[in-house]
């Protein structure tokens, strides 16, 4: 089974800018997509990012694209979330997840392997 350890968040402030890494134990980390979720309190997760296992297609919610970017580095066996033009709604605690294959998607029931999470808090 993968291990996924989220590092990178943080407390910043509303117009600021974090990166979040996410590494995968896995000798398979370049076969499948990966994503970055994020759950606010009371609310349900939701899918922020996926992207392809060569970063080809991607996929964004539309309430951070523009502002969000994801990447990855499969020798490092890495992905990655720049965030950028953060916002106080941002504020949740972010997931990073493998796909059960290599289509980009932001449906949670198609990821098989999670992170144990990263908070990230935006002040006003």
């Known amino acids: 089974q993968v291990q996924l350890v989220e590092s990178g968040g943080g407390l910043v402030q509303a117009g600021g800018s974090l990166r979040l890494s996410c590494e995968a134990s896995?000798?398979?980390?370049?076969?499948?997509?990966m994503g970055w979720f994020r759950q606010a309190p009371g609310k349900e997760r939701e899918g922020v990012a996926a992207?392809?296992?060569?970063?080809?297609?991607?996929a964004y919610a539309d309430s951070v694209k523009g502002r969000f970017t994801i990447s990855r580095d499969n020798d490092k066996k890495t992905v990655y979330l720049q965030m950028t033009n953060l916002k106080p709604e941002d504020t949740a605690v972010y997931y990073c997840?493998?796909?059960?294959?290599?289509?980009?998607?932001?449906?949670?029931?198609?990821?098989?392997?999670w992170g144990q999470g990263t908070q990230v808090t935006v002040s006003s």
């Open positions: 896995s000798s398979t980390f370049n076969r499948y997509a």
């Open positions: 992207l392809s296992p060569n970063g080809g297609s991607t």
């Open positions: 997840a493998q796909h059960a294959s290599f289509w980009p998607t932001l449906r949670r029931d198609e990821y098989d392997a």
